[in-house]
């Protein structure tokens, strides 16, 4: 017995074939609009849903704010763990020792770390936790700020400027903080 060759096989190229092509998208179930008149390219997309809904709407001005404090916190550490006392004495006309200015110099540094890590980023979450770090810092500062300025019972220019200052940063970062965790609204 002998076998019969068999013809050799071809190949359908489908993907030219724009009747073809229609037909799978429509049998897949993608190219068309849904509900909500979004048109999906993949089976993928239609099952996860538009990556748009997902972005995050950023205020005006937010990362140049982040990497303004992220610059200032990282000069704000180098000058306190290079210079503890000329720093300690700008502020409060007082001498004190250094490795308490260097210990603040060393947190300083660690938060400007998480400054500049979400600085690069774009999940919300991280942006949110990054500006409520900053926002505590700020807070706890003016308090500390104030309560030492009160039992000294001096306030010196130094001292003034900086309280005023890390009021300003407090109200900026919070409004930053308030305006990202808003929903966007639905157009």
């Given at each position: 017995?002998?076998?019969k060759p068999h013809p050799p096989l071809m190949k359908k190229h489908s993907q030219t074939?724009?009747?073809?092509?229609?037909?799978?998208?429509?049998?897949?179930?993608?190219?068309?609009?849904?509900?909500?008149?979004?048109?999906?390219?993949?089976?993928?997309?239609?099952?996860?849903?538009?990556?748009?809904?997902?972005?995050?709407?950023?205020?005006?001005?937010?990362?140049?704010?982040?990497?303004?404090?992220?610059?200032?916190?990282?000069?704000?550490?180098?000058?306190?763990?290079?210079?503890?006392?000329?720093?300690?004495?700008?502020?409060?006309?007082?001498?004190?020792?250094?490795?308490?200015?260097?210990?603040?110099?060393?947190?300083?540094?660690?938060?400007?770390?998480?400054?500049?890590?979400?600085?690069?980023?774009?999940?919300?979450?991280?942006?949110?936790?990054?500006?409520?770090?900053?926002?505590?810092?700020?807070?706890?500062?003016?308090?500390?700020?104030?309560?030492?300025?009160?039992?000294?019972?001096?306030?010196?220019?130094?001292?003034?400027?900086?309280?005023?200052?890390?009021?300003?940063?407090?109200?900026?970062?919070?409004?930053?903080?308030?305006?990202?965790?808003?929903?966007?609204?639905?157009?």
């Open positions: 017995m002998a076998s074939d724009l009747v073809s092509r229609l037909k799978t998208r429509k049998i897949l179930g993608v190219g068309g609009e849904d509900d909500d008149g979004e048109v999906h390219r993949s089976k993928i997309s239609q099952m996860l849903g538009n990556e748009i809904k997902f972005s995050v709407r950023e205020p005006i001005g937010l990362r140049l704010w982040m990497l303004i404090s992220a610059v200032l916190f990282t000069t704000s550490a180098l000058v306190a763990l290079t210079f503890p006392n000329q720093l300690y004495e700008i502020i409060f006309e007082l001498t004190t020792t250094r490795i308490s200015i260097r210990l603040y110099g060393g947190a300083l540094l660690s938060i400007s770390l998480i400054l500049w890590n979400g600085l690069y980023t774009v999940e919300k979450v991280i942006i949110q936790w990054t500006l409520l770090t900053e926002a505590c810092y700020f807070g706890v500062q003016f308090l500390v700020t104030s309560v030492s300025l009160l039992e000294m019972g001096t306030l010196s220019n130094g001292a003034a400027l900086l309280l005023l200052s890390e009021a300003f940063f407090l109200l900026i970062t919070l409004s930053y903080y308030h305006q990202l965790g808003r929903r966007a609204k639905k157009i």
